[in-house]
C-alpha cells in the first residue's frame, strides 16, 4: 500500500499542526499505523500509532499530552494532530502501516511494512 503524509510547515513555538496520512487507491481499515520522525543528524524515532481497530493507541512519552493519533470515521485517513509544539519537534515526519500490527508492537518500526515519504515540520520563531 502506498501512504503519503501530508500537512507539514512552518510554525511557531506553541503553535498547532495536523499531519495526514492516506493511502493512494484504498483505505487504512485494516492496518496499524504509526507515525514516526527523524530529525537532522539522528536517529527516527516512534511518535505515536492507533490500532486498527481504532480502540488503542501509543504514544512517546515526549508527545503525550501535546499530540494526539485519531482516524476519520470512514477509516481513510489518519491524523496526527500535533499542539503546543516546540523547536525539537522540528523533523521529517513518516506515517507507516502494517497489517498485523498488535498492541505490543505499535511502538516498533519493524511492525510496519509500508511507508510513506514524509512531510517536514519545522517549529522555529
Known amino acids: 500500500v502506498q501512504l503519503q503524509a501530508s500537512g507539514g510547515g512552518l510554525v511557531q513555538p506553541g503553535g498547532s499542526l495536523r499531519l495526514s496520512c492516506a493511502a493512494s487507491?484504498?483505505?487504512?481499515?485494516?492496518?496499524?499505523v504509526g507515525w514516526f520522525r527523524q530529525a537532522p543528524g539522528l536517529e527516527r524515532e516512534f511518535v505515536a500509532a492507533v490500532h486498527r481497530m481504532g480502540g488503542a493507541s501509543s504514544y512517546a512519552d515526549s508527545v503525550k499530552g501535546r499530540f494526539t493519533v485519531s482516524r476519520d470515521n470512514a477509516k481513510i485517513k489518519v491524523y496526527l494532530q500535533m499542539n503546543s509544539l516546540k523547536p525539537e519537534d522540528t523533523a521529517v515526519y513518516y506515517c507507516?502501516?502494517?497489517?498485523?500490527?498488535?498492541?505490543?508492537?505499535?511502538?516498533?518500526?519493524?511492525?510496519?511494512?509500508?511507508w510513506g515519504q514524509g512531510t517536514l515540520v519545522t517549529v522555529s520563531s
Open positions: 507507516a502501516a502494517g497489517s498485523g500490527v498488535i498492541t505490543s508492537s505499535m511502538s516498533s518500526a519493524s511492525a510496519y511494512s509500508n
Open positions: 487507491g484504498r483505505t487504512l481499515r485494516n492496518y496499524g
